[in-house]
């Protein structure tokens, strides 16, 4: 049975120490630049270059986040002079979000290795596989995922798993959230999330009728504590277990820690039948930090009333007596590596010491050992003198010490010699760790782009490589019009758009045209969207997990032979399910698959994505520097802030198997709508207010895109004709936008961005 790794959070180095103090296999840690929690304390340069080497003396990893998405110039001109160091030092490894920073690294520092962070949203065996392929080692899968859903990414690609087992739960699937981005600027796809999913909302249904007596933290789910599930969770297949907590106390990180080290040991000695936790620990757990109690989250269940906090999360009060006992046990003192040494003194040789951990030794010579002048030195003596480390990486575990009786050292020499030894030792361990010589910044990606074909290589095993599409070309940088594209998801809304001359190409939502096998709605839809000649796109599903995937096995020959124009996809389960069936139709990246820099693009585009959807959170003055000479911008929509496992509608009553609409007021009196997409079983919160660039043609110009969006969800006959009158008269027809036309709008991060 290989060993789990138990991996622990650290967001400074005081804490690397203690939790590898407490039985932290491997630590994961901030830099001072592009991890999701900019907030924390992280780690400077010269701190990150010595946890390296503490961790590596220690025989223990060191993974750095490199988990936000990179604008254009960080993309470029920061990140190989950010890493270099890190990699040369002999950083194990780096988790990585953005699809562009994957493919950089893989190509700038070949021997590191690369993690798919769990904001990737793996969702299954085709997106894991897909990420196998393009480079990532491990995956971090989402913390939705079920234990089969897990054992069947293992079972299929073979790939390294690593899965939370502690602490604070996201409401939203991590990578899909876009709530604190659009409400405060503060996006947690760059480190800064203000979890606005803490705040008291009321529910109200599509009357407007409260749900709820009062205000509730619905969008609150409580922490995760898997402890009691140790055996299933490595059985299942996970390599690494995920303390989640780089904002969180050292006493914090140390204690949890430890209590995990005490049950995974126990597992891996005595197995799933001895396996019990004792009572006590579960309260010392509780005490280190929970939300309102505790929840197993979703290993067993897809989602659940008891996992939400519903009142004000409030924190168990602390046990000042357990965290005392912490400090002195893990704060206070460093851990020493355990040695074994050999010293020889013998008259007229040069006094010998050996020190080795087993795998690796060392031998120093010191002066050499003369005759007793006076009194010998005394063998207890030498004993007592060398096995003085103090504040070193190392102790000895047993010193041996071959001696001529009648003979002097200055007690000075003894101290050097080991001085000098351990010294050697800890040059001896790092040596193997370090790089250099072999890395290489990639060159800046020439636009246009070249397309690859849209691979249908298998990454599974047991299946044939198959090639069926050739090269499509290249990208046209200029184009003299805009196209029009209009997403919809009601039939009212198609029949509006198709008596419309200027819509080029229309949409259709899968959460809307293929609820069921029954593909009929969906091949009428198309057949009108034909009918009034125009193209026809096909949008996947937000989220694409085992009981989606195997619902579009079965329709595949059905739906992939309706002869769309184009393919939206959402996430990377869809592209390795395209390109697990050689599909050789058009496919483009929604909004979900971020593109903030040429580089993520051109990765994508060598995968065979045609083209993509520019991202939510820049302002045009940083898509000045992104191409979007082939990307789609969208212009008017309620933008979807929150893609969620866990159901509103569950949460407040029995699960009615029924597509809904309620909405979330929120203290400033904002309602957002949330729609429950029960045929793949998530929810969707939208926006309060649409977005709308009606009033910022000169700025969307300015940055070329290849097409315009509007997207249309729970708008009626009325409104969707509203909105498609001002796009006629702004975009079609050059006129004017008057301030008065309309007010309850929002410009997204069209003006302002992110940090």
Not at 453 to 481: C, F, H, M, Q, W
Not at 713 to 741: A, C, H, M, P, R
Request: glycine residues 6%; hydrophobic residues 35%.
């Amino acid at each position: 049975m290989k060993a789990i790794e138990l991996l622990s959070p650290a967001g400074a180095y005081p804490i690397l120490k203690a939790v590898i103090g407490a039985g932290a296999d491997a630590v994961y840690v901030g830099g001072p630049a592009f991890g999701a929690r900019a907030y924390a304390d992280n780690f400077s340069k010269e701190e990150l270059l010595e946890s390296i080497d503490y961790a590596h003396i220690h025989n223990r990893k060191v993974y750095l986040t490199v988990n936000t998405l990179l604008k254009e110039r960080e993309m470029e001109e920061q990140l190989f002079d950010y890493l270099l160091p890190y990699y040369e030092q002999g950083l194990d490894a780096v988790i990585v979000q953005d699809f562009g920073v994957l493919t950089f690294i893989r190509e700038a520092f070949p021997q590191l290795s690369i993690h798919a962070s769990t904001q990737m949203t793996v969702t299954g065996t085709d997106g894991a596989a897909f990420l196998q392929k393009q480079g990532a080692s491990r995956i971090v899968t989402a913390r939705e995922l079920s234990f089969e859903e897990i054992q069947k990414i293992k079972s299929d690609t073979g790939v390294e798993i690593e899965s939370f087992v502690h602490g604070a739960l996201c409401y939203c699937y991590s990578g899909e959230c876009l709530l604190s981005s659009m409400l405060g600027g503060r996006s947690g796809n760059r480190g800064r999330c203000a979890q606005p999913c803490r705040l008291p909302y009321e529910v109200l249904n599509a009357a407007g009728e409260r749900l709820t007596k009062e205000a509730t933290h619905i969008l609150s789910p409580k922490d995760l504590c898997t402890i009691g599930m140790i055996p299933q969770l490595a059985e299942c297949g996970i390599d690494s277990f995920k303390i989640e907590g780089r904002m969180k106390q050292a006493e914090y990180a140390a204690g949890v820690t430890s209590i995990y080290r005490k049950y995974i040991d126990l597992y891996e000695q005595y197995g799933s039948e001895a396996f019990q936790v004792d009572k006590n620990d579960e309260k010392k757990l509780e005490s280190l930090g929970s939300r309102s109690g505790f929840t197993t989250g979703y290993y067993t269940r897809h989602n659940g009333s008891d996992m939400i906090t519903f009142s004000k999360p409030n924190h168990t009060k602390t046990d000042e007596k357990l965290h005392e006992t912490i400090r002195e046990t893990y704060l206070q003192k460093d851990i020493q590596r355990k040695i074994k040494g050999n010293l020889k003194l013998f008259c007229g040789k040069n006094a010998t010491l050996s020190v080795g951990t087993g795998e690796v030794e060392v031998q120093i010579l010191g002066e050499p050992v003369e005759a007793a002048q006076k009194k010998p030195l005394d063998k207890n003596t030498v004993s007592e003198k060398m096995q003085k480390t103090g504040n070193t990486s190392f102790i000895f575990d047993s010193l041996e010490i071959e001696m001529d009786d009648d003979i002097f050292v200055p007690i000075g020499q003894l101290n050097a010699l080991r001085r000098a030894a351990l010294h050697a030792l800890e040059e001896k361990l790092l040596e193997d760790t370090r790089r250099s010589g072999m890395a290489e910044k990639p060159k800046k990606p020439v636009l246009p782009f070249t397309l690859n074909a849209l691979s249908s290589v298998s990454y599974l095993e047991n299946e044939k490589s198959v090639s069926r599409r050739p090269d499509i070309g290249i990208i046209n940088v200029k184009t003299a019009e805009f196209t029009t594209t209009v997403s919809v998801q009601t039939y009212e809304q198609l029949a509006c758009v198709c008596k419309t001359d200027y819509a080029t190409r229309i949409c259709l939502d899968a959460d809307t045209f293929l609820r069921t096998e029954d593909t009929s709605d969906l091949q009428k839809a198309y057949q009108s969207i034909t009918a009034a000649g125009k193209e026809a796109y096909f949008i996947l599903p937000v989220i694409f997990r085992e009981h989606t995937r195997q619902r579009y096995e079965r329709l595949y020959d059905t739906v992939f032979t309706i002869p769309f124009d184009g393919i939206i996809v959402k996430n990377y389960e869809e592209i390795g399910f395209l390109q697990r069936h050689a599909y050789i139709g058009t496919v483009m990246a929604d909004h979900d698959l971020y593109t903030y820099s040429n580089r993520t693009q051109e990765a994508f585009s060598k995968c065979g994505i045609c083209s993509n959807t520019v991202p939510l959170e820049l302002n045009y003055k940083e898509l000045r520097h992104r191409d979007c000479s082939n990307s789609e911008l969208f212009i008017y929509g309620y933008l979807p802030l929150m893609v969620s496992a866990g159901c509103i509608f569950k949460s407040l009553r029995k699960c009615q198997k029924k597509e809904s609409l309620c909405y979330l007021k929120d203290r400033y009196g904002k309602h957002f709508a949330v729609r429950n997409y029960c045929t793949d079983c998530y929810n969707i919160l939208y926006n309060s207010s649409p977005l709308a660039l009606f009033g910022m043609r000169q700025e969307v110009e300015s940055i070329h895109p290849k097409s315009l969006r509007m997207q249309f969800t729970t708008e009626s006959v009325k409104e969707t004709e509203k909105i498609l009158s001002f796009f006629e008269k702004i975009y079609i027809q050059k006129g004017k936008w008057e301030q008065n036309d309309w007010k309850d709008y929002t410009n997204g991060h069209m003006k302002r961005g992110v940090e």
